[in-house]
């Protein structure tokens, strides 16, 4: 209670202009914010993009952009500091992500895969484009977001195999390699997998779909 009480001090510290209380405050969510970014992030991912980056940009962007904090409890606070780093999370892997198009296609068009995998995951691989207008970061932003908050819904084997194939671009036999399965259970994952995203993302909000 004691420690809860003084996190309350430091959110209402931070929001009446205190940065002493601010750095503290966050200081108190660091191991919040790692363990989320290391779950938004696959394990291949994370060695390009160090999760402990993704949260000092979070921490920075909470200094400068407080003001838009409406709450006063630190559940709010907490809440509002997930949204931030979700949103550099997907930033990142949307960056990464289009720096690989390229030779994600040529993988993806050098190989002939499954029917199961061409037919159900077109659209996943047809990412929005490199424009860089602010309205275009922020569709490509909030596509990711939805797309990471979908895949946590899935079984984990389902949102894993979809991960390696479609946001890392690993190739079937490197994905059955991986996961211990066979050539049909990694389809059966794929399939059943994006079937449930295509249920879960909004249509007319992604354009993903």
């Known amino acids: 209670m004691e420690r809860s009480e003084s996190t309350t001090h430091l959110v209402i510290a931070s929001k009446e202009g ?24 696959s394990e291949r991912l994370r ?23 409406r709450g006063s409890s630190p559940a709010e606070f907490a809440a509002w ?17 289009t720096t690989q198009k390229r030779s994600l296609k040529r993988e993806v068009d ?36 939805a797309l990471l908050e979908a895949l946590h819904q899935l079984p984990e084997t389902q949102a894993e195999a979809i991960r390696l194939r479609y946001m890392e671009g690993l190739p079937l036999s490197e994905i059955v390699e991986r996961m211990g399965k066979s050539d049909t259970a990694v389809a059966g994952l794929l399939k059943r997998g994006l079937q449930k995203l295509r249920t879960i993302l909004d249509h007319d909000m992604s354009p993903w779909l």
């Open 18 to 41: 205190n940065n002493e209380a601010l750095g503290l405050l966050l200081e108190r969510y660091r191991g919040y914010l790692l363990m989320l970014a290391h779950r938004f992030l």
């Open 81 to 97: 500091l997930r949204g931030v780093l979700k949103n550099n999370v997907a930033s990142a892997v949307t960056r990464h992500v």
């Open 110 to 145: 050098a190989n002939q895969p499954s029917p199961n995998d061409s037919a159900g995951g077109a659209w996943i691989q047809q990412l929005p484009g490199s424009t860089t207008s602010p309205s275009g970061v922020a569709i490509r932003t909030e596509a990711t977001v």
């Open 47 to 69: 060695r390009r993009i160090d999760p402990a980056d993704i949260v000092q940009l979070t921490f920075l962007e909470a200094k400068r952009d407080l003001a838009s904090f």
